[in-house]
Each structure stands twice: as structure tokens, then as C-alpha cells.
Nanobody, 123 residues
């Protein structure tokens, strides 16, 4: 059974930092692209970042230079380091496993995800 368990969310002041973790189990973690997505109150899911199996990373424009995604295949864990946080980063953050190990079929939409961890940025 695929399991993804996020942690690390908290209430933080603007300009602060958080490190989110996602512990994965039940599948060959190193074979899958992993994603972080988020959902702000009253809005839909929004892609935040991707890490490929080879460590290549991508970010949405609004978080570039502030967020860093990484993975530890030995620990089956993906991380999201978030710095210089802004109120607009407030959301429920999910890690998501790609829908396939085949690159052309891999997407975060409809991928397995955890319960999420809440990040609130407010003074």
C-alpha cells in the first residue's frame, strides 16, 4: 500500500522558514518523480515543485529562489525547504507521487498523496 506522510507545517511569521518532510512507503521510491503541491483556502490544488529521479528540480515562478526540493532515496523521504515565506504561501501542502515511472506518463494530477501538512504564514 502506498503511503505518504507529510510533516513540518506550522504557523510562521512572514520572512520565516520551514522544512517540510514526506515519508514514503509501499513503493519503489527512487523510481518515481515526486512533487509538492498546495491548496490555499477556497482554491484548487496548485503545483509547487518537482524532483526527478535524477535530482533535476523545477519550481513554480512564485517560489523560485525561496523554496528548495530535495530527496533522500536511502530514507524514502522528500523535503521542501521553504525560506522567505510570504502570507500567500499559506496553504495545505501535499507531497505527491507521480502517476507512473514512465516519464511521458508521469504527472502529479491524480497521483497518490498524503493527508497534507498546514503551513500558515502570518504576523
Amino acid at each position: 500500500e502506498v503511503q505518504l506522510v507529510e510533516s513540518g507545517g506550522d504557523l510562521v511569521q512572514p520572512g520565516g522558514s520551514l522544512r517540510l518532510s514526506c515519508a514514503a512507503s509501499g513503493f519503489a521510491f527512487s523510481s518515481y518523480r515526486m512533487y509538492w503541491v498546495r491548496q490555499a483556502p477556497g482554491k484548487g490544488l496548485e503545483w509547487v515543485s518537482t524532483i526527478f529521479t535524477d535530482g533535476t528540480t523545477y519550481y513554480r515562478d512564485s517560489v523560485k529562489g525561496r523554496f528548495t526540493i530535495s530527496r533522500d532515496n536511502a530514507e524514502n523521504t522528500v523535503y521542501l525547504q521553504m525560506d522567505s515565506l510570504k502570507p500567500e504561501d499559506t496553504a495545505l501542502y501535499f507531497c505527491v507521487r507521480a502517476t507512473s515511472t514512465i516519464p511521458s506518463l508521469a504527472t502529479w494530477r491524480n497521483g497518490a498523496r498524503g493527508q497534507g501538512t498546514q503551513v500558515t504564514v502570518s504576523s
